[in-house]
């Protein structure tokens, strides 16, 4: 099992960068790709990055694909999400998560289990 926790969330202009980090505790962190969603108010949560369990593949969605990047460390059991260039319309609560059923596609978020309890990033014009 696998507890997450995120930070590095806040209030930025548009155009700024953020970095989330995403903590994992336990000793299994690097057993599993890793994945990005964020859920904006009133909309359903939606997939932003994945990486693979090395890190040498990476997948994301078309919205931020040029912006933002995921990557993990492995000997710190962290995985990151820079953002830059950030737009209002990134504006979400921006959660990490373990890609257990990897007989599922990445995009997917019954994919993934064993969910952070969110960091709040938000972006004005």
């Known amino acids: 099992q696998v507890q997450l926790v995120e930070s590095g969330g806040g209030l930025v202009q548009a155009g700024d960068s953020l970095r989330l980090p995403c903590a994992a505790s336990?000793?299994?962190?690097?057993?599993?790709?890793m994945g990005w969603f964020r859920q904006a108010p009133g909309k359903e949560r939606e997939f932003v990055a994945r990486?693979?369990?090395?890190?040498?593949?990476?997948n994301h969605a078309d919205s931020v694909k040029g912006r933002f990047t995921i990557s993990r460390d492995n000997t710190k059991n962290t995985v990151y999400l820079q953002m830059n260039s950030l737009k209002p319309e990134d504006t979400a609560v921006y959660y990490c998560?373990?890609?257990?059923?990897?007989?599922?596609?990445?995009?997917?978020?019954?994919?993934?289990?064993?969910w952070g309890q969110g960091t709040q990033v938000t972006v004005s014009s």
């Open positions: 990486i693979s369990r090395s890190g040498g593949t990476t």
């Open positions: 336990g000793q299994t962190f690097s057993s599993y790709p």
């Open positions: 998560a373990a890609h257990v059923r990897t007989d599922l596609s990445y995009f997917l978020i019954r994919a993934y289990s064993y």
